[in-house]
């Protein structure tokens, strides 16, 4: 880490300040504060916007779980954020019908072809890198997407997902939040 993380739990805080702590910690629940937390926690009022938008992008969505992890695990993956690739794998893996085989595919930094992946989630997947790494969505592409059963809500979820799990990714490296930066998986040091 590149700065020091605030005390666990901080001390000295304004009751403003206080109350966003109380926040991040009602969303954190039994986990308690995270690396990144006690990152976001020097600037209090960032903290408390993020902890607001990254809370309705992770649980007040309609995206089924697996399409919804790709769109995190993608921009984690080709952003090299493994801490967050190593929080968000895991709860893609215990998604309803999502196996190891799957997983082959969206741990491929270039896949070319769907292997295991249902039609929807190699869209998603498809979807998510041009997002990250090129920012402009081609329209055959998106309307690929929708085609495959997102409503106009969904699709403006996935969107935000991505987008923000970009800056969750950018953010985590930037800082080495987590130390993690330095221990990239052995399975992807292997070019696809």
Not at 130 to 148: C, G, H, I, N, Y
Not at 155 to 180: C, H, K, P, W
């Amino acid at each position: 880490m590149r700065l020091d993380y605030v005390d666990n739990p901080p001390t000295n805080l304004s009751s403003e300040d206080q109350e966003v702590l109380e926040r991040v910690k009602a969303r954190r629940g039994a986990m308690g504060l995270i690396p990144l937390d006690l990152t976001l926690l020097h600037a209090p009022k960032i903290a408390d916007g993020w902890n607001a938008l990254l809370g309705a992008v992770r649980t007040k969505n309609s995206l089924p779980d697996d399409i919804r992890e790709i769109a995190i695990c993608r921009p984690a993956l080709i952003n090299s954020a493994w801490f967050e690739w190593n929080a968000h794998c895991p709860i893609l893996l215990k998604s309803q019908g999502f196996s190891e085989d799957k997983l082959d595919v969206v741990k491929q930094l270039h896949p070319k072809a769907k292997g295991a992946l249902d039609d929807r989630q190699w869209a998603v997947l498809r979807y998510a890198d041009a997002m990250t790494r090129d920012v402009s969505v081609p329209q055959s592409l998106f309307d690929e997407v929708k085609a495959t059963g997102l409503n106009e809500q969904q699709m403006v979820e996935l969107t935000a997902t991505v987008a923000s799990y970009n800056m969750v990714s950018r953010f985590l490296v930037a800082l080495d939040i987590g130390e993690q930066n330095n221990k990239k998986p052995e399975w992807a040091i292997v070019e696809n």
